[in-house]
């Protein structure tokens, strides 16, 4: 049997065939950038993406089992007039193989749903402009590497009621699998831009009228008694190595979280839902 099928081909019965490779292949960056779409596994994510970026949804892949247990699913497509395609679990796992930005892929079937989408490209002038005044907070990722922090740091900017998520250049891709995952549907929650040139960050937060605050544990002030703007983006830094000299030079406010016990650091995924939640506590 033939492992190539027709572009219009429905029905996909070989987890060897160019559709499936062509979407495993979005495990990785290249690819993603080739094709302009990335992958979104499971059941949360996929909801998420139909609730809140339907319009993006270019394919949508479900097995009967997921089908089953995920009916709301199958009605949000509807509502959207998107055809889902019925597979089998072995065709999902097989779209999830693949190298992802350098590491094996899970091999784990993402729980018999699994979308493609079209990679958004939201204008940060635009996203900017649209936030609405009073009270705004944002959050920037800037070098963070680890795809789990970052999804989990996009997820808690959402909880947080955070409106936007900046990232710069030199940031994990924002739309690999790993972050996708991480992120639980937050990654369609709120409007996130990727790419931006760190000296081109702060020019357009302060043009917005959002004020740059940095976190260092030789910062002079205390996270709980120093007073926060009420437009703010905390700007969070490298894994390994925190934000870099210049970063905290010219933010306009840096401030350290005090640390009761004997750890020497936090976790960055940590620190910002620290501060996210104490912003949202003030207000």
């Not at 993006?56 to 949000?76: N, Q």
């Not at 999902?92 to 992802?100: P, S, V, W, Y």
Request: charged fraction near 20%; charge should be negative.
């Amino acid at each position: 049997m033939s492992t190539t099928e027709r572009p219009d081909s429905w029905a996909i019965t070989s987890p060897r065939s160019d559709r499936v490779k062509r979407i495993a292949a979005l495990s990785g960056r290249s690819a993603r950038r080739k094709q302009g779409r990335f992958r979104v596994e499971g059941p949360q994510a996929v909801r998420s993406l139909l609730q809140h970026s339907a319009p993006l949804v270019r394919e949508l892949y479900v097995t009967a089992d997921g089908a089953s247990a995920h009916p709301d699913i199958l009605e949000l497509a509807d509502a959207h007039a998107i055809r889902p395609r019925d597979v089998d679990p072995s065709i999902l796992r097989a779209m999830t193989r693949g190298e992802e930005d350098g590491a094996a892929a899970s091999m784990a079937a993402p729980q018999g749903v699994l979308a493609v989408a079209d990679l958004p490209s939201p204008s940060l002038r635009a996203v900017l402009d649209a936030l609405p005044d009073g009270p705004v907070t944002a959050l920037v990722l800037h070098g963070i590497q680890d795809p789990g922090n970052a999804g989990t740091l996009i997820r808690a900017a959402d909880a947080s009621g955070a409106r936007v998520v900046l990232a710069t250049t030199g940031t994990v891709d924002l739309y690999s699998p790993k972050v996708v995952r991480s992120a639980t549907g937050s990654l369609f929650h709120l409007p996130v831009i990727a790419g931006i040139a760190p000296e081109e960050l702060a020019p357009a937060l302060h043009g917005a009228g959002i004020s740059v605050l940095a976190t260092s544990g030789y910062a002079d002030h205390d996270l709980f008694a120093t007073e926060l703007p009420a437009r703010a983006a905390w700007v969070m830094g490298n894994e390994a190595h925190g934000l870099p000299q210049e970063v905290l030079d010219a933010a306009d406010l840096a401030v350290r979280i005090p640390l009761a016990g004997d750890a020497e650091s936090l976790n960055v995924a940590i620190a910002a839902t620290v501060c996210l939640f104490e912003t949202l506590r003030r207000r």
